[in-house]
């Protein structure tokens, strides 16, 4: 993508080739803006698709098609009024005091020591804002390079060869993902998710306890579960398991990246 990007520049859009079907790269963010916001209903579901064979990475809000995506979006837009995300406000700073702290601590005694690499420190910065305004779990990694929450997004972004194949053909052959077996997140990431997610949900009265106004995306999964049972729809843990993993996946490594880049182009 980078090399095309590179090789066309200032081209609005390129078209390649995904083995034997023809595609398009979209290289304006005018184009862009087009394709995701003005005319997204005619852009509705996305290529990418994790079959059938995963539970829990074939509901996420990412992987999911119409009709489920509308009904499982609709319900979560309301955690992201412009006035819930600027209640997160307090918690994004406080971290971002921490992350300055580090840094300054770090480099101290002369100069850069191997922790100090931009791309780890800013993963540490994003887990720990991402898991307290998402799932309001206290996550100090950025002070013990330790956490609950970083030893799930550690665990969310372990590569191998494995790892490859499955999210290569999820994102450029999902007809191989049900033949293969393949899955989004690896069974192991997922066991211990699960487990973290029903410790915090239990922490604030089960599934029972009546949610009114939801404080961030757990209090809304809880919501939508209490909203669709007295609609008499039964809607799993797995499906709410699902969103939870794609939020925390999907919220610390882009924007750790993005972090990374920026400093990278400012320096
Ligand atoms: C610089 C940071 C980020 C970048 C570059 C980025 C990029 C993207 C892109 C390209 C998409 C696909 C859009 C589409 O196909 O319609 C997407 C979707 C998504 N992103 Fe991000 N993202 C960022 C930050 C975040 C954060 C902070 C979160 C969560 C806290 C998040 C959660 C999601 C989710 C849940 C989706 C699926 C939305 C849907 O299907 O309705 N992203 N992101």
Known sequence: MHQLYNDFKGAPYVGIWLFWRPALVVNSPEIARRVLV???DVFRNRFLSSGKSDPIGGLNIF?????LWSSVRRRLTTVFTAAKLRSLQPITMAKTKNLIKR??????NGGPVPDLRAKNLHRL?????VGEAVFGVVSDCLISSDSIMRRVTRELMAFNFQRGLSWSSIFFFPELVDIFKLSFFTKHTMEFLRKVFRSVIEQRGGYEKPVKEPRDLLDALIKIKQEAAGDN?????DLLLA???????????SSGSALTLSLYELA
């Open 38 to 40: 003005k005319d997204a």
């Open 63 to 67: 992987t999911i098609n119409d009709p």
């Open 103 to 108: 840094i300054t601590d770090d480099t101290k």
């Open 125 to 129: 910065y994003t887990t720990d804002v």
């Open 233 to 237: 729809e039964d809607i799993s843990e």
């Open 243 to 253: 969103q939870a993993a794609i939020f925390l996946l999907g919220g610390f490594d």
